[in-house]
């Protein structure tokens, strides 16, 4: 153990949990969630990520670092018509549908048989409106949003990393500095609440598949190429298994889906975190935890948070987003042949439509394998 191992950990936890904790707050408010189920949500979120890298990273001796779904908070954030009960059932659904793709090899290669341009841009689609909704605030509360844009603009020139945590912290000053915060409650140790989870036909097509596929797509497959690319040979059915089986467990406490980070990853598994390739699997004891940490004080978090105001959390959200959005769009375009099918996708997700009760994310999917398919026939018909 030395210095650079605890200092990359600690580094991690922040970034992670400091960039994306208002989408989260988002995506509770969404679907109904009050107080004490969002303070039980972060709380066994937090659980649940220490967990997983405690267990995968001892057991492995790699640095796995394990994270929320972020692109799923969003989907659920931007949902509409779905109760925290039946969210809860989404959330199960999902964690099973990564246990059995972690079980059964066929449908692990169905999943990596999605056009990347397809799930790309049906991130995409899902993250713009969180962005966008940046614009709603611009004008009625400029004071706080623009020197918060101007920020991360600035900031992330020199380090895209810091650049939300920098936003986060200058925001929280902001907000009191202007007299835009509410007294703050009474702070408490976090409890779990159990949400007796119900079943629907709509919540599983609209919520529980697309949750499934975008944390798959932009979360696990990325983690495994982030510690490939670092020189490691990851354990991919173990992975999924356990973090399966995390998402699982905590479902009815209200988290919606525990997989392999990739930004985080990233900073555990490079030589900053420790000269020896051998050795920074360490990290992945100590990120653990800092979200133990976490765990304990989410109540607290979610009280400190609910005291700001709305403009200050979208705000946040939207500019954590800006990144993911970035990339999504991109690796969605990257070629020429893919970009119709790309552009329809992410259209029909961000779009926000909605029929027989099921969201936009699953239509934008159906509407991106369509395209994608009819292309393909249409040019092997030719050929």
Known sequence: MRASVVISAVVAVLVGFGSSVAIILAAATAVGANPAQTSSWIAALCLATAATTAILSIRYRIPVVAAWSTPGAALIASSSGETMETAVGAFIIAAILTLLTAAVKPLNALIERIPP?????????????FVLAIFDYITTVPSLVVPLLVLYVIVRLFSPIWAVLAVLFAGIGLAFALGMTSPLGPLHISQFVWI??????????????????????????????VLKAAGYSIPSRPVLTVSGLASLLTAGAGAHATNLAAITASICAGPDAHPDKTKRWLCGPVYAAGYVVLALFGASLVVLFASFPAALITTIAGIALIGPLAASLSASMTLDKDRFTAVGTFTVTASGMSAF???????????????????????????
């Open 117 to 129: 341009c397809v799930a790309s841009a049906m991130l995409a689609g899902i993250l713009f409106s």
């Open 196 to 225: 007796r989870p119900q079943f629907t036909v709509q919540a599983m097509i609209g919520m529980a598949l697309p949750l499934y596929i975008v944390t798959m797509a932009s979360q696990n497959l990325p983690g495994f190429a």
């Open 357 to 383: 009760g099921i969201g936009s994310a699953f239509w934008g999917l159906v509407a991106g394998l369509f395209i994608f398919g009819l292309h393909h026939m249409v040019k092997h018909d030719r050929s």
